[in-house]
């Protein structure tokens, strides 16, 4: 791994793009302050340039070389980042000039993270420049969590995929912003991701907007409702009920425990049915594995996934929310 590591940063170093492995997902890395590095990313993704990437700092106290910690919101973003970082959390501020505008789609915010994968870390540290690092798909298509799904978005567009097996979360970064607010600052979740609403909401009054996805792309421009999206159409259901098979479609089912007694295993004779966390059904097991069965489920082909509902709570809450954009991306391109 160390020859890995080093032929990374000389890539970095030389303004070339890298896909390397995250906590959460495999992120498509450059140099966050130079914007040629910067352009590769957008071009080998195919990604819109009004959707923003996330700078990756090497350590908590990088952050002040990409944004600024407004005085009124600075006791929780050092108490986040003391709990958070390295991890999971992206906060969303303003950002310093030398973040170049490709990186923010030209606004004056930056979201930032530091990532606690290993590999990551080291990369980032000899590297010792922020990183921006989208997911590490083609844009709108299913983030990636092994190198082998790496390859499966990118081949031929990047010089080195770095193996870090399996990511740990298998989610992205939840995203927030922060607003001074009294007697406790507003915590705004703009995506919902591994570090959950009951994780944060000692440090403020948590606002939720993943439920308003179909509407609000002004409110995170890349939080857009054909986010994550398998080439198949998929359907989320609310409840066993709202099933009704059309003569001679085949289906695939996405289920949570693959119980039948939760209804949906025997509801019909499903061409495969594909499970996130057999058994007891755990949510972090579900998290894991989620974007990798839900590109085995586009593999086969079938004219409509089907998937059960999650309990909202915990990583059920992000879940819940990528499939809900995937449904809707299938609703909008009909
Ligand atoms: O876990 C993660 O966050 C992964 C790994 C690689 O770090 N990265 C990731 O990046 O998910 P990406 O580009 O797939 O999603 C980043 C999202 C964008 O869709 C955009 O909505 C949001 O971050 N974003 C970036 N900058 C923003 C800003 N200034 N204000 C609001 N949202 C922003
Ligand atoms: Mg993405």
């Not at 908590?60 to 108490?79: F, G, N, T, Y």
């Not at 990047?158 to 870090?164: E, R, V």
């Not at 025997?266 to 061409?271: N, P, V, Y």
Request: hydrophobic share 40%; proline share 10%; aromatic share 6%.
């Amino acid at each position: 791994m160390h020859r890995a590591v080093s032929e990374a940063v000389r890539l970095l170093t030389a303004g070339d793009i890298v896909a390397l492995p995250t906590e959460t997902v495999y992120g498509l890395a450059a140099d966050a302050l130079n914007a040629d590095a910067v352009a590769k990313v957008f071009e080998a993704k195919e990604r819109p340039s009004f959707d923003p990437l996330i700078v990756h700092v090497p350590s908590k106290q990088a952050l002040h070389d990409v944004a600024e910690v407004p005085e009124s919101i600075k006791k929780p973003v050092i108490q986040l980042i003391e709990r958070f970082w390295p991890g999971p959390l992206t906060i969303v501020l303003p950002k310093k000039p030398c973040v170049p505008d490709i990186v923010t789609s030209g606004m004056p915010t930056v979201a930032v993270r530091m990532s606690s994968h290993p590999i990551f870390k080291r990369i980032s540290q000899s590297l010792g420049r922020p990183i921006a690092a989208p997911s590490a798909n083609r844009f709108g298509s299913i983030s990636p969590t092994s190198a082998s799904a790496v390859k499966a978005e990118l081949d031929g567009r990047i010089p080195l995929i770095i193996d870090g097996g399996a990511c740990l979360h298998g989610l992205e970064s939840t995203i927030i912003k922060i607003e001074p607010a009294e007697p406790k600052p507003l915590i705004i979740i703009l995506r919902p991701g591994p570090i959950v609403p009951d994780d944060l909401k000692q440090y403020g009054r948590i606002q939720r907007t993943d439920k308003r996805i179909i509407d609000q792309p002004a409110e995170a421009p890349g939080q857009i409702a054909s986010h994550y999206a398998p080439r198949t159409p998929l359907r989320l259901l609310q409840s066993p009920r709202d099933f009704i098979p059309e003569h001679g479609k085949r289906y695939a089912l996405l289920s949570y425990r693959g119980e039948p007694r939760d209804g949906y295993v025997d509801l019909h004779d499903w061409e495969q049915v594909m499970v996130l966390s057999p058994g007891n059904g755990k949510l972090p097991e579900a998290a894991v594995r989620f974007f990798y069965v839900l590109r085995e489920l586009d593999k086969l082909g079938v004219d409509e996934i089907i998937a059960e509902p999650l309990h909202e709570h915990g990583m059920g809450i992000a879940m819940m929310d990528r499939l809900r954009r995937a449904a809707a991306r299938t609703t909008f391109s009909r």
